[in-house]
């Protein structure tokens, strides 16, 4: 059974720091890349990082580069994403979800995982 379980989410203040998890099993990590998404409250859900498990290539949306980081534990089929500088308009449901293809970050993404809550508010 393929899984992707995301952890980390919570409530933060603004300025703070989240590591969420998302901790994969049932299909061959080596083969996919990991993307991170969220979606905020009457919004479309928006990619904002992608990692390739393989080679470690990384994407990353402009409003997260320099705060948000990125990183795959390949021992532990595990991705991470470190989040730092959190505002305001971070909030929202941040899913993981695998996906492998021609192209870095995939067009689309076979597994998804059920989202965990990031709230930044004071």
């Known amino acids: 059974e393929v899984q992707l379980v995301e952890s980390g989410g919570g409530l933060v203040q603004p300025g703070g720091s989240l590591r969420l998890s998302c901790a994969a099993s049932g299909f061959t990590f080596d083969d996919y890349a990991i993307g991170w998404f969220r979606q905020a409250p009457g919004k479309e859900r928006e990619g904002i990082s992608c990692i390739s498990t393989r080679d470690r290539s990384t994407y990353y949306l402009d409003s997260v580069k320099g705060r948000f980081t990125i990183s795959s534990d390949n021992a532990k089929n595990t991705v991470y994403l470190q989040m730092n500088s959190l505002k305001p308009e971070d909030t929202g449901v941040y899913y993981c979800?695998?996906?492998?293809?021609?192209?870095?970050?995939?067009?689309?993404?076979?597994?998804w995982g059920q989202g965990t809550q990031v709230t930044v508010s004071s």
């Open positions: 979800a695998a996906g492998r293809g021609r192209y870095f970050p995939p067009y689309e993404y076979d597994y």
